[in-house]
C-alpha cells in the first residue's frame, strides 16, 4: 500500500514544550484546535514534573502527574475547546494526539 498523500487527514500528533512559569497560563494557547468533530483527545506527560492544562487558558482544568494513573488523560467524544494552555514547574514536554470523524 502507498502512503496516503491526498485528502484530509482526521488525525492530529503534536509535541508541546512546556516552559512557561508556574503561577498563569501565557496569553496565546499552547496548542490549537481547529476540527469541528473530535472522537478522541488525549495528553500525556512526558516529563518529571506535574503539567496543569486548561481548555479556557483562565482557570485549571486538570493536571498531568507523572508516574501515576495521572499521568495522561483521554477523552472520548468531548471536543475540547479551540486551544489548550499548558503550565508547569518545570520545562516539560507533552504530547497530544486526536482523531477525529473525516
Known sequence: MKPISQGYDPNFYA???VTDGYLSYREDSDLTINVRFINSFSLLNLGAGSVWYSFSG???HGILI???PCQGVVFDNRRPSAGLWLRSTDVIQVR??????S
Open 15 to 17: 509535541m508541546c514544550v
Open 58 to 60: 483562565l482557570r485549571d
Open 66 to 68: 507523572p508516574n501515576t
Open 96 to 101: 497530544a494526539e486526536y482523531w477525529c470523524n
